[in-house]
């Protein structure tokens, strides 16, 4: 039986052991090129909080979305090089990665049009996220195309697309399309209203995820995580066998 609390005497006696669920694949890690971490201070703050949580692989995920954070792979690249050289420099044993989110917009548009290398989890996993305020128009489209050109789509916390709450069945388009399904962690505990915790337990109840992330931007982020809420539904998600983080 894996448990969710740590003993450890390193640790706060508090913290749950993520560690059992494999790489956290979803955060904002990297210094000032998104909403995520300011410096690179930050960031090592944050990675320390994740390492004492029992994480030991982070795939961080800065956004791409052309309207406010005009990130490319050299600039993901030089802020990730940045912050690998601190944790070899402060002895930090955690190993930090880097994809992206993309946001679907004309600029994700464009770079599939051009057959630009897009950022992947693992293989040919991309993760992607799409308005949060109305309906995404030409989505299925953006994604299909995805797929011919041999990528898998992951979805982005579809617990968050609260206007799905009467239209579930885009859920199940996607997932019959091959989309796999991505849950914010802190959507279990009320971090993001009623509404998005509602549609987590349906999406759980119905089997849609395969991916859990934690989607830390900040210390306030990192606090929630402490949650003894998460405990039992983390762990019924992780003995299930669906869920691929480890295999990142």
């Given at each position: 039986?894996?448990?969710?609390?740590?003993?450890?005497?390193?640790k706060?006696?508090?913290a749950?052991?993520?560690?059992?669920?494999?790489?956290?694949m979803?955060?904002?890690?990297?210094?000032?090129?998104?909403?995520?971490?300011?410096?690179?201070?930050?960031?090592?703050?944050?990675?320390?909080?994740?390492?004492?949580?029992?994480y030991?692989?982070?795939?961080?995920?800065?956004?791409?979305?052309?309207?406010?954070?005009?990130?490319?792979p050299d600039?993901?690249?030089?802020?990730?090089?940045?912050?690998?050289?601190?944790?070899?420099?402060?002895?930090?044993?955690?190993?930090?990665?880097?994809?992206a989110?993309?946001?679907?917009?004309?600029?994700?548009?464009?770079?599939?049009?051009?057959?630009?290398?897009?950022?992947?989890?693992?293989?040919?996993?991309?993760?992607?996220e799409?308005?949060?305020?109305?309906?995404?128009?030409?989505?299925?489209?953006?994604?299909?195309?995805m797929?011919?050109?041999?990528?898998?789509?992951?979805?982005?916390?579809?617990?968050?697309?609260?206007?799905?709450?009467?239209n579930?069945?885009?859920?199940?388009?996607?997932?019959?399309?091959?989309?796999?399904?991505?849950?914010?962690?802190?959507?279990?505990?009320?971090?993001?209203?009623?509404?998005?915790?509602?549609?987590?337990?349906y999406?759980?109840?119905?089997?849609?995820?395969?991916?859990?992330?934690?989607?830390?931007?900040?210390?306030?982020?990192?606090?929630?995580?402490?949650?003894p809420?998460?405990?039992?539904?983390?762990?019924?998600?992780?003995?299930?066998?669906?869920?691929?983080?480890?295999?990142?």
């Amino acid at each position: 039986m894996f448990r969710l609390f740590s003993r450890s005497p390193k640790k706060d006696s508090n913290a749950f052991d993520y560690s059992v669920l494999g790489a956290d694949m979803h955060s904002h890690l990297l210094p000032g090129i998104d909403d995520g971490a300011p410096d690179l201070e930050a960031s090592l703050q944050l990675i320390r909080g994740m390492e004492a949580l029992g994480y030991r692989k982070l795939i961080t995920t800065p956004h791409i979305l052309w309207d406010m954070y005009k990130n490319t792979p050299d600039t993901i690249q030089r802020a990730l090089n940045t912050v690998q050289e601190a944790l070899v420099k402060e002895n930090i044993g955690v190993e930090l990665k880097a994809a992206a989110e993309y946001y679907i917009d004309d600029h994700v548009e464009g770079l599939l049009s051009r057959k630009e290398p897009l950022l992947t989890l693992s293989d040919n996993m991309v993760l992607v996220e799409f308005s949060m305020v109305h309906p995404p128009m030409g989505v299925k489209e953006v994604l299909f195309e995805m797929q011919m050109q041999g990528y898998q789509p992951v979805i982005a916390h579809p617990e968050r697309y609260s206007y799905l709450v009467r239209n579930k069945e885009f859920y199940d388009e996607l997932k019959e399309a091959g989309c796999l399904f991505q849950l914010n962690i802190l959507s279990l505990s009320g971090g993001y209203g009623r509404t998005v915790t509602e549609l987590a337990e349906y999406l759980l109840k119905h089997e849609f995820y395969t991916l859990v992330g934690t989607d830390l931007h900040h210390s306030r982020h990192l606090d929630a995580l402490h949650n003894p809420v998460l405990a039992s539904t983390l762990q019924k998600m992780q003995e299930t066998g669906r869920l691929l983080n480890s295999r990142l």
